[in-house]
């Protein structure tokens, strides 16, 4: 069993960054697929950026691209998301997600392709 829990979140204004981390345990996760999704209000779970297990192939929504960047310490079971340029648009719940099976050639961005989730940490951004 995986255990992933979100920090970094919190109220920054429109231009700011942040960087949000995700500390796993419960067993290594170097053999995982890691990503982060977000959820607004009134609106579904989306994909916003993921890295393979070895962290050599990242894939990042279209919105987040430029802006945000997605990495992984294997050594310490964390993965973190870099937040800049930050936007109203990109206020939601982040929540950081596991799958435990390595692609070799793409990141998944659809959420029933994890396995493990947490609990989410809010991330507001203000006009």
């Known amino acids: 069993q995986v255990q992933l829990v979100e920090s970094g979140g919190g109220l920054v204004q429109a231009g700011g960054s942040l960087r949000l981390s995700c500390a796993a345990s419960?067993?290594?996760?170097?053999?995982?697929?890691m990503a982060w999704f977000r959820q607004a209000p009134g609106k579904e779970r989306d994909f916003v950026a993921g890295?393979?297990?070895?962290?050599?192939?990242?894939s990042y929504a279209n919105s987040v691209k430029g802006r945000f960047t997605i990495s992984r310490d294997s050594a310490e079971n964390t993965v973190y998301l870099q937040m800049n340029s930050l936007k109203p648009e990109d206020t939601a719940v982040y929540y950081c997600?596991?799958?435990?099976?390595?692609?070799?050639?793409?990141?998944?961005?659809?959420?029933?392709?994890?396995?493990?989730w947490g609990q989410g940490t809010q991330v507001t951004v203000s006009s």
């Open positions: 997600a596991a799958a435990p099976r390595s692609y070799s050639a793409y990141v998944p961005q659809r959420t029933n392709a994890y396995d493990y």
């Open positions: 419960g067993r290594t996760f170097s053999g995982y697929t």
């Open positions: 890295l393979n297990r070895s962290g050599g192939i990242t």
